[in-house]
């Protein structure tokens, strides 16, 4: 059976049958998977979460039901609606998405809303609601077919994007695109690139201004209908190509050989290296306005492509599942988008709370005993979020932990009341690829035990406060819905259908309006290249916080690594002295731990590598984030050093 894998946002489609997982021919990945596809089938049954359960008590869909129900009832009567909290992860259709955010914001209003996305994608998503009016990317993954280079910044398709990184490849190879990678480690990526731009860690911003200084100062930058083009051109030009290179690092004539390639069709994509920096938004913001100035914002072969982690994030900003947002890139600051959406749902006004607060503000409520009901759908915090280990702690300060999701997780261990839901292949609905491309996933499965889709949960509990808007009779029930709440906006799905989903269906970019501004950069304040700056990566063989891929042996073999690694480059362990397997202890400002040294060629000098799979690397992040998206900065965390005594 024809589907899509579940795990990053690529979203290749495959085909499922008795032989195992094969690579379809779709419209996002030609033919192509990745090694993490062909374990789903192994791992769908294992450990998963069969019955609800009440104290860790198998107890009946009914008893835990109505025990969530009349939780949130007596939450809302003695603390308010504020008091409820909602945290749902990006993994589940956007029909189940669209559920949640319902029964959260328009039923029960809280503003305590967000979604894991939050942690990978925001500051992407705000550069772009910023610069183009709405969350979406201008290009799609067939412009990597068409583009004279390709330009990465701060991302790792080798590793996190193989079916990618094979096109991009390709690409290179046979037409000769150039591919230009600036990121401050020697990544697989950047080791096949035709150019490396090795700049220092958290520096992008300074980069990209310098190019775009170039571009001005030769007069090749095409600044019309540009909203805000003086302070970004005063901005720029304070950033000179020289004074650019003293500060990231790279020299003067890479910088202005990038501008000089900027003639030809240029693709940008970026990631995490970018969106998870105190200054992820506005970096975004610039890469845009260096696009448009330099014309390669629109056409084929050109745009920019920021790529998303997980495979439905574009369904969470759809579905309005993110702090501030509503469905259909509808925002809570804008009245009449929030009045729309609380008359097309039929409740009373000011049912939608007017004020959120994002998961970067939640662990904070949390510890301040303003939460006393936490809903968390299908994401695994206690290991995902920084400072971890304190969130999780902090989780028994709240009344009620409830916890929705196909496997036993450590978030599922610290819940009072656990509902199984149905996982990938065992309920249908839409999801939505980093290129804009919805695609469907038919029900190839029944859950397993007393499992139920996500959806019906939802709808059950809403149906117990009385709210007969949340009935459902199925998924198709949920896709009119959002077709209606979809109708005349950017989202629209026209006539399309499940069926007509089939083949894939990429959304089209309206091109509008583009804006830009002037950026505050003070380098004292996130610069430090004294201490060590920590950068979380993710593995090519591992998916999150593992809770699917951590199950597959073949993985688990293919990892081949300690869960407490922590890579060094040469020089630092020469200079600490060093060597493979030997224990550090790191010290961030707020949390301290041990780790094994790895020793990795690719590494500068005083930058460190640590995949965030186990949760040890994110125990030791702090809360620091870009101060726009609220997007913690996971790649800018300066610690401190030192070889431990093994006893
Ligand atoms: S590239 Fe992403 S979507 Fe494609 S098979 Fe690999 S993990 Fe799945």
Same mark, same amino acid.
Request: charge should be neutral; include cysteine.
């Given at each position: 059976m024809?589907? @899509?894998?579940?795990?990053?946002?690529?979203?290749?489609? #495959?085909?499922?049958?008795? /032989?195992?997982?094969?690579?379809?021919?779709? #419209?996002? *990945?030609?033919?192509?998977?990745?090694?993490?596809?062909?374990?789903?089938?192994? %791992?769908? &049954?294992?450990?998963?979460?069969?019955?609800?359960? #009440?104290?860790?008590?198998?107890? =009946?869909?009914?008893?835990?039901? *109505?025990?969530?129900?009349?939780? @949130?009832?007596?939450? %809302?009567?003695?603390?308010?609606?504020?008091?409820?909290?909602?945290?749902?992860?990006?993994?589940?259709?956007?029909?189940?998405?669209?559920?949640?955010?319902?029964?959260?914001?328009? %039923? #029960?209003?809280?503003?305590?809303?967000?979604? *894991?996305?939050?942690?990978?994608?925001?500051?992407?998503?705000?550069?772009?609601?910023?610069?183009?009016?709405?969350?979406?990317?201008?290009?799609?993954?067939?412009?990597?077919? &068409?583009?004279?280079? @390709?330009?990465? @910044?701060?991302?790792?398709?080798?590793?996190?994007?193989?079916?990618?990184?094979?096109?991009?490849?390709?690409?290179? *190879?046979? &037409?000769?695109?150039?591919?230009?990678?600036?990121?401050?480690?020697?990544?697989?990526?950047?080791?096949?690139?035709?150019?490396?731009?090795? %700049?220092?860690p958290g520096t992008d911003l300074i980069l990209i201004s310098g190019i775009a200084s170039a571009l001005i100062e030769h007069g090749d930058a095409d600044l019309s209908e540009l909203e805000g083009k003086e302070e970004f051109v005063n901005f720029a030009k304070r950033w000179y190509p020289s004074k650019a290179s003293m500060i990231t690092g790279v020299p003067e004539e890479t910088i202005r050989d990038l501008a000089n390639l900027l003639e030809n069709r240029t693709l940008f994509m970026w990631g995490m290296g970018v969106n998870q920096t105190i200054n992820g938004t506005d970096t975004g913001i610039a890469i845009i306005t260096l696009a448009k100035i330099s014309g390669n914002l629109y056409g084929n072969g050109r745009g920019i492509l920021p790529l998303t982690g997980q495979h439905n994030s574009?369904?969470?900003?759809?579905?309005?599942?993110?702090?501030?947002?509503?469905?259909?890139?509808?925002?809570?600051? /804008? =009245?009449?988008?929030?009045e729309f959406v609380e008359d097309f749902w039929g409740v009373p006004r000011y049912t939608v709370s007017r004020k959120y607060w994002t998961i970067t503000d939640l662990h904070k409520l949390v510890e301040d005993r303003k939460i006393k009901l936490l809903w968390i759908i299908g994401t695994n915090p206690v290991v995902s979020v920084p400072e971890s280990r304190r969130f999780k702690d902090a989780l028994s300060y709240i009344d009620t932990v409830i916890v929705q999701d196909v496997h036993m997780t450590e978030t599922a261990a610290e819940a009072d009341v656990i509902l199984p839901a149905a996982g990938w292949g065992?309920?249908?609905?839409?999801?939505?690829?980093?290129?804009?491309?919805?695609?469907y996933l038919p029900t190839m499965n029944s859950p397993p035990g007393e499992a139920k889709p996500d959806w019906l949960i939802l709808s059950e509990v809403g149906l117990l406060l009385g709210a007969e808007n949340m009935e459902f009779s199925s998924t198709s029930d949920i896709f009119q819905e959002m077709k209606e709440i979809f109708r005349n906006t950017m989202l629209d799905l026209k006539d399309l259908n499940y069926s007509s989903l089939g083949g894939g269906y990429r959304r089209e970019f309206i091109p509008g309006k583009v804006r830009t501004k002037g950026f505050n950069v003070d380098l004292l304040e996130y610069l430090d290249y004294n201490s060590f700056n920590l950068i979380t990566i993710r593995l090519s063989t591992q998916w999150n916080t593992t809770t699917k891929t951590g199950k597959s042996w073949k993985l688990n073999m293919l990892t081949n690594l300690p869960k407490d690694v922590v890579m060094i480059s040469l020089e630092d362990a020469k200079e600490f002295k060093l060597e493979d397997g030997d224990l550090v202890k790191i010290r961030s400002r707020e949390n301290c731990l041990l780790a094994r040294v790895k020793v990795s060629k690719g590494l500068q000098r005083r930058v460190l590598y640590m995949p965030f799979h186990w949760g040890l690397a994110n125990a030791l992040m702090d809360w620091k984030a870009d101060p726009i998206s609220k997007e913690p900065a996971f790649k800018q965390l300066y610690i401190t050093l030192h070889k431990a005594d093994e006893n």
């Open positions: 024809k589907t @899509i894998c579940p795990f990053c946002g690529v979203g290749c489609g #495959i085909d499922v049958s008795e /032989n195992g997982v094969r690579g379809a021919d779709y #419209i996002t *990945n030609r033919k192509s998977m990745c090694i993490k596809a062909s374990i789903l089938p192994e %791992i769908r &049954e294992l450990e998963r979460l069969t019955s609800p359960m #009440i104290n860790f008590e198998n107890v =009946e869909w009914r008893k835990a039901t *109505n025990q969530v129900a009349d939780k @949130i009832k007596s939450t %809302i009567r003695k603390y308010g609606k504020n008091a409820v909290g909602f945290y749902i992860g990006a993994q589940i259709p956007t029909e189940d998405q669209y559920v949640a955010t319902k029964l959260g914001k328009g %039923i #029960i209003g809280t503003g305590v809303f967000d979604s *894991n996305v939050r942690l990978c994608m925001s500051s992407a998503a705000s550069a772009l609601k910023f610069s183009l009016g709405t969350p979406l990317p201008t290009a799609d993954y067939d412009d990597i077919d &068409e583009a004279e280079n @390709i330009l990465l @910044i701060g991302v790792n398709p080798a590793s996190n994007f193989p079916v990618l990184w094979n096109r991009i490849l390709k690409r290179k *190879n046979r &037409e000769k695109a150039k591919v230009v990678v600036v990121d401050p480690v020697i990544t697989d990526t950047a080791e096949s690139a035709d150019i490396h731009v090795h %700049i220092r574009m369904g969470a900003r759809e579905a309005g599942a993110l702090a501030g947002m509503l469905p259909g890139f509808r925002y809570v600051d /804008n =009245e009449r988008d929030v065992e309920r249908d609905g839409i999801c939505t690829s980093g290129d804009k491309t919805v695609s």
